[in-house]
């Protein structure tokens, strides 16, 4: 990865079609009911689709929750996070202790992963509770959007400007301000 001397990210035509052979997958706990959220979320899906396959797979809250312990629920959706993760995905758990990128690296990263002929890179954001520690172990990355906490429904859309931003990055189109 190249820098601009304005350290705007310089890629080869080569690198720009490699944006088309990876496919990201955006594996989310629970559904949200927040209008605003679903519609800045959608806006962003629908962008995205010029750059990149991205598709999503929502796995409904754990029934009967009210009964369980925040580690119980963490456990069950523990189980329906692993079931959709193969050996072969390159997955990044978004959580608030992870590593922190600026927009620009987070689009380097991007690049790199796919420079590296990653096929399938999932991002996985957890419930309400966080996810349990066999998610953790299983992540190859874990990323923090922010140190601050924010709801697993807003982290959607939050997420989804982050990964049109980067796009947009990485085909030097004028969306992105340093």
């Not at 209008?35 to 797979?57: A, C, N, P, Q, S």
């Not at 009210?66 to 072969?88: C, P, R």
């Not at 096929?119 to 990355?141: C, H, M, N, P, T």
């Amino acid at each position: 990865m190249d820098l601009s001397p304005s350290g705007e990210i310089l890629m080869s035509g080569i690198a720009i079609q490699m944006l088309h052979f990876m496919n990201i997958t955006l594996l989310i706990i629970g559904n949200t009911s927040e209008t605003f959220v679903l519609e800045g979320y959608d806006v962003f899906m629908k962008r995205l689709k010029h750059y990149i396959k991205v598709k999503e797979i929502i796995i409904p809250d754990i029934k009967d929750r009210k009964h369980l312990n925040a580690d119980q629920i963490k456990e069950k959706e523990a189980v329906l996070i692993l079931g959709k993760l193969a050996s072969s995905n390159y997955s990044v758990l978004l959580d608030e202790r992870g590593k922190e990128f600026s927009s620009v690296e987070f689009a380097g990263f991007l690049q790199k992963t796919m420079n590296a002929g990653t096929r399938e890179l999932f991002f996985v954001i957890g419930g309400a509770y966080g996810v349990a520690e066999s998610v953790k172990q299983k992540a190859d990355l874990t990323v923090s959007l922010s140190r601050m906490t924010f709801t697993h429904q807003f982290i959607r859309l939050l997420f989804a400007e982050q990964l049109y931003r980067a796009m947009t990055i990485l085909k030097n189109e004028p969306y992105h301000n340093e």
